[in-house]
């Protein structure tokens, strides 16, 4: 079994940054795509930035691109979203997800946390 956890949200105000972490606590060999998706309030969840682990090929959402960054650490364990000039639109729950090998979807998925924008 795959457990995700996502540390560092938190409030800030509009054009501060934030930076977030994933960390896979156990069997992320098996994982082979890792994304940020965010729901704001009375909004479904929409895909924030990807990453692919093994070759590092990064997707971002049209609303994030150029402001928002995905990477990994050197042993692929933990994903990062760093986020600059940050909008009262970016408040939303953030969440961290994982794609086995092989599989269609995103089935593996962290608590969540909280950004908070303000203007």
């Known amino acids: 079994q795959v457990q995700l956890e996502e540390f560092g949200g938190g409030s800030v105000q509009a054009g501060g940054s934030l930076k977030l972490a994933c960390t896979a606590s156990r069997n992320n060999y098996l994982l082979c795509e890792k994304a940020w998706y965010r729901q704001a309030p009375g909004k479904e969840r929409e895909l924030v930035s990807s990453?692919?682990?093994?070759?590092?090929?990064?997707k971002y959402g049209n609303s994030v691109k150029g402001r928002f960054t995905i990477s990994q650490d050197y042993a692929k364990t933990v994903i990062y979203l760093e986020m600059n000039s940050l909008e009262s639109e970016d408040t939303a729950v953030y969440y961290c997800?994982?794609?086995?090998?092989?599989?269609?979807?995103?089935?593996?998925w962290g608590p969540g946390t909280q950004v908070t924008v303000s203007s």
């Open positions: 990453i692919i682990v093994s070759e590092g090929t990064r």
């Open positions: 997800a994982a794609k086995r090998c092989g599989e269609p979807s995103f089935g593996y």
